[in-house]
């Protein structure tokens, strides 16, 4: 090594002359000052000494004059625990390590660009093991890295649901209303999730843990903020009512904390002042339980002996209060960010997914226009903050935003690292439901021609989530332009509402009993009974096994459309175990709120280990596995697990995951869907799938496709054909098969 090529502490060369990088290639900052290192070995930083966790007694009232109930609630806190986790990491070197201004989508992909995403509360695990410690095995990594699994995203672990009083109260909202930066025992210990991690390091993999920065469930720093202690009422959008206005809040019935206000009261309340009043829509809306996203609460007697109600926000259901993202004391913010150093530096996590981050600002409208609550620049600039801190310690984010592509673009400038596809998953749903893939082309198209890079999406099979068919982008932004569908030009909210309708009318009612539509937002299902539906099944026991060869073989379908394009490829247990949905009649109280998705959350037994067992841990009853465990499918090699090892081993050769999508072009037949792309090694590859159930002499045809070059096989290394002088060629398409194809370079002349 010459003087002018200095040694970093890391090892890498470092520039001359940082100011003047001449010659150097096009790159951002990250790339350019902060060399790739192994994903394994990234340096994160680390806290000095976990947070105490301190045992405080319970005696007397659950009320806010009864010191030793106010102490009880602050060592359970968020906000406490998080003001105590940042002082570690002030003033520490190790906080300037990182790039973290930009988001690096091709640096995450490159991390980990497969994904299995858990449901806690829906694995079965073997006796004596927590979630976590089942997470955490080796065997089961093993399996993992065998099928090419690199990240495992676990869900919410953390403390969930509320208080009352001393007591705890359940969550509502499947562990999403987090009240505490612990692990919840039914999930396992602080100790097992770094375990887990090392796990994971070891077979080169990464963790990727939550974060909730849109609400809290009804906690301690809930109860804090009712009874006004400190800044405790800064970290939520709520709004002391005057005593004298008291009248015009709705009676809380008995046994309950709180009430949902009605239309006319919530108007009433904004033309007093207190409240930003209507918003853009009303997630969970059900008639006489969540009319609007605001909600009275009892009467609290506070720190001080003074007698106050509130009103809250909250986007989602009632034991949801929403954070404030611009409160003065920014308490929520600090509450947020201490919630993910614990993830990342305590516990050891890699990367954290972002929940509900898309409603962080609220803003009054006038002219009785809804008050602004989605895709507010409020939510960029928080979407901003939380991404850089987590970059800034090594970590990088993926967000669920389901809004317009529009607003994703804007949140990808600066925010998340990542985001959930939620712009194809609805349409490739319709394509396989309607053996047409022309919304799926419309809305691959209108991703490129926004500037959404595909690499920086999560494209997902299921998750703990409904099917969702909310199709934002043309509901709320793009309600009234025109788009081009089925031979003439219609409304963007007439293009919505005709997909929802196809969605339900093929997926769901008496042809497929066993799917049941979620409110507006989806369908809840599996994505084995997606394709159950689309293949004409009307009921589950009478599935076969020529039934589930079938069902296998568009499985597979899906799994080439999601993997085979740039990004990350995610998928869930119940993928890879092929399950079937839950008969309503086994989840009845789980069902009784509206919530159809439990049905779609049947338990499952990854490793097999209790082939007996009913239930999981948390209770979910087990449902019906078409393919089998994985050390089953691991022994057949024409399981469905073992066939998508060798997609995934294709995909990892030729790096599809990072390369840049250039055309989505039209094709020959209405079930066909093809995606070109331009390798990281310049060659330009093409996936072709079949979404019909007809067998298609397909031509493919795209100004990227250079003539007189060589169509290779990338599974069987064959020559299939040579592009011709229309940028095209000819391939043979089964039922329901995809392809993906090379081409080689035309020689010189």
């Not at 592509?405 to 609805?426: H, M, Q, W």
């Not at 990072?658 to 093809?674: E, K, N, W, Y």
Request: proline share 6%; charged share 20%.
């Amino acid at each position: 090594m010459t003087e002018r090529e200095p040694m970093a502490e890391n090892g890498a060369t470092e520039p001359t002359d940082a100011t003047d990088p001449a010659g150097a290639p096009e790159v951002n900052f990250a790339e350019y000052y902060h060399e790739a290192r192994p994903s394994t070995l990234r340096h994160r930083a680390r806290v000095r000494s976990t947070v105490r966790r301190r045992s405080v007694a319970q005696d007397g009232p659950a009320s806010g004059e009864n010191p030793v109930y106010v102490s009880w609630l602050l060592s359970q806190s968020m906000l406490g625990h998080a003001d105590e986790l940042a002082r570690q990491f002030s003033g520490q070197g190790s906080m300037w390590q990182n790039p973290y201004a930009s988001p690096g989508p091709r640096h995450a992909v490159e991390t980990a660009s497969v994904w299995f995403t858990a449901y806690p509360i829906s694995l079965i695990t073997p006796h004596g093991t927590s979630f976590l410690g089942a997470l955490g095995d080796a065997e089961l990594w093993q399996a993992f890295e065998t099928i090419g699994i690199e990240a495992v995203h676990t869900g919410p672990v953390k403390k969930a649901g509320g208080l009352s009083g001393w007591q705890p109260t359940p969550s509502v909202d499947g562990h999403f209303d987090r009240i505490s930066n612990e692990l919840d025992p039914v999930f396992g210990t602080e100790d097992e999730f770094r375990a887990m991690c090392a796990t994971a390091t070891w077979h080169g993999g990464t963790i990727i843990d939550d974060i909730v920065p849109g609400h809290t469930g009804k906690g301690p720093d809930f109860r804090l903020a009712e009874i006004a202690y400190g800044d405790y009422p800064g970290v939520y959008h709520m709004v002391e009512i005057e005593p004298a206005d008291w009248h015009t809040l709705p009676e809380v019935p008995p046994g309950r904390d709180s009430v949902n206000l009605d239309a006319a009261t919530e108007e009433a309340l904004e033309k007093a002042g207190y409240i930003v009043g209507r918003l853009q829509r009303v997630i969970f809306y059900r008639e006489g339980v969540k009319e609007t996203n605001w909600s009275a609460t009892t009467e609290v007697t506070g720190v001080d002996g003074v007698v106050r109600r509130w009103v809250y926000l909250h986007y989602f259901k009632d034991g949801q209060p929403s954070v404030n993202w611009l409160d003065p004391t920014f308490a929520g913010m600090r509450m947020v960010i201490g919630d993910a150093l614990h993830s990342l530096a305590d516990l050891g996590s890699g990367a954290l997914r972002l929940d509900a981050n898309g409603f962080l600002g609220v803003e009054k409208a006038g002219g009785g226009a809804p008050g602004w609550s989605e895709g507010h620049p409020l939510s960029e600039a928080a979407n901003h903050l939380i991404a850089s801190m987590v970059r800034k310690v090594g970590g990088f984010t993926f967000q669920e935003l389901n809004l317009t592509v529009d607003d994703i673009k804007v949140t990808s400038e600066a925010g998340a690292d990542l985001s959930y596809d939620f712009i194809n998953r609805p349409a490739y749903h319709h394509a396989l439901a309607t053996a047409d893939t022309e919304f799926l082309r419309l809305t691959l198209r209108t991703a490129l021609d926004l500037g959404v890079d595909p690499a920086s999406l999560v494209h997902a099979l299921q998750n703990h989530d409904e099917l969702t068919y909310e199709l934002v982008h043309w509901t709320a932004g793009h309600a009234d332009e025109l788009f081009a569908f089925r031979g003439e030009e219609v409304r963007g909210g007439d293009l919505a509402d005709a997909i929802r309708r196809d969605l339900c009318d093929h997926l769901t009612g008496a042809g497929a009993p066993y799917n049941l539509i979620f409110t507006t937002n989806g369908i809840a299902c599996t994505t084995a009974t997606v394709i159950a539906a689309s293949l004409g099944v009307s009921a589950l026991d009478d599935i076969g096994p020529d039934d589930v060869e079938r069902i296998r073989r568009v499985h597979l379908l899906l799994v080439m459309f999601n993997a085979f394009q740039p990004g990350v490829f995610a998928l869930s247990g119940w993928d890879l175990l092929g399950m079937l949905t839950l008969p309503p009649e086994e989840v009845p109280d789980l069902l009784a709120s509206g919530d159809t998705r439990w049905i779609s959350r049947p338990a499952h037994d990854l490793m097999g280990h209790r082939p007996d067992a009913e239930r999981s841990a948390s209770g979910m009853p087990r449902g019906r596995s078409l393919y089998g465990s994985l050390p089953e499918q691991l022994a057949d090699e024409t399981s469905f697990a073992r066939q998508m090892q060798a997609i995934l081993a294709v995909r990892r050769h030729c790096s599809v995951a990072t390369a840049q999508q250039v055309d989505v072009p039209d094709v020959s037949h209405r079930g066909l869907l093809v995606m070109v792309h331009r390798l990281d090694d310049g060659r330009t590859q093409a996936t072709v799938l079949n979404f019909a159930d007809e067998h298609v002499d397909a031509f493919v045809r795209s100004e990227e496709l250079a003539p007189g070059a060589t169509v290779v096989d990338l599974f069987s290394g064959e020559e299939v054909g040579t592009v011709d002088e229309l940028h095209g060629f000819r391939i043979d398409m089964p039922p329901f098969r995809a392809a993906a194809v090379v081409l080689e370079a035309v020689p010189d002349a």
